[in-house]
Nanobody, 124 residues
Framework: QVQLVESGGGLVQAGGSLRLSCAAS????????VAWFRQAPGKEREFVGA????????RYADSVKGRFTISRDNAKNTVYLQMNSLKPEDTAVYCC?????????????????WGQGTQVTVSS
């Protein structure tokens, strides 16, 4: 079983950047597809993006495409979410999630392991 811990959240002005990290322990991260989800107050959890086990393929929500980039360093057991050109509507708690499945799912219920989340606040 893998444990996930996110870090890197914070307060940033609109147009700024943040890089979130999702560190794994307990099992090698290279065996998991890893996704990022976010949830703003009063809203449904939303798929942000995901990366395949080998890091060669990614998938993004339309709302973040071209602004966010997911990468992974399996040697460091870490997946990253680089967020550029941040907007106030990006404000949310961001969580990483993992699945042993080989498919990149956009549905939260398909992921078995979750971190506790990190708050991202974008001021206008």
């Amino acid at each position: 079983q893998v444990q996930l811990v996110e870090s890197g959240g914070g307060l940033v002005q609109a147009g700024g950047s943040l890089r979130l990290s999702c560190a794994a322990s307990g099992r090698t991260m290279s065996t998991y597809v890893v996704a990022w989800f976010r949830q703003a107050p009063g809203k449904e959890r939303e798929f942000v993006g995901a990366v395949t086990k080998n890091g060669l393929s990614t998938r993004y929500a339309d709302s973040v495409k071209g602004r966010f980039t997911i990468s992974r360093d399996n040697a460091k057991n870490t997946v990253y979410l680089q967020m550029n050109s941040l907007k106030p509507e990006d404000t949310a708690v961001y969580c990483c999630a993992a699945t042993l499945n080989i498919v990149v799912f956009t549905t939260a219920s398909r992921y078995d392991y979750w971190g506790q989340g990190t708050q991202v606040t974008v001021s206008s």
